[in-house]
């Protein structure tokens, strides 16, 4: 029997792989938003407010439960990879799970992060969980 957990925070996520049966390994894709060279005058002005634009995948990561303390830590690392301008404004998530004994390898991971990467680029992203910087989940749509 398959128990359902209610994602209200990036938090809960956290909790829940780290109960996971099977071991788990946390993928992240961080994305951030650029305006396409074709926007009209109103696309601009609202992407000056912060609002609109296109999703674009800056970096990507993996990580196992334990490796993670909270999302404040997941920000914190990320800020030390971030480039000048161009700060993420969504993290896309996705748990890959293993066996109870030993977590999915690195390869693995690599191959389904790079798999989420096009996701983001491509806009097929339903897939995965993306959270704000505040570590709270947003329904894209």
Known sequence: MQVKTEINSFDDL?????SHR?????LFVFAGAELP???TREQRERFAQGEGGVLVPLMCVDKLPEELESFDALV???QQFEQ??????????A?????????????DADKVLRRMVEA??????????????????????
């Open 22 to 26: 099977e071991r788990q390994r946390l």
């Open 120 to 141: 983001v680029k491509t806009g097929a992203f339903s897939a995965y969980l993306p959270f704000n910087r505040d570590g709270q989940p947003v329904r894209l749509g």
């Open 95 to 107: 748990a890959l799970s293993g066996t109870a004994a030993h977590a999915p390898s690195d390869d």
């Open 14 to 18: 956290l909790r829940a792989a780290r």
């Open 76 to 78: 914190r690392e990320s």
């Open 84 to 93: 000048p301008g161009q700060p993420w404004r969504l993290v896309f998530t």
């Open 37 to 39: 060279d074709e926007a």
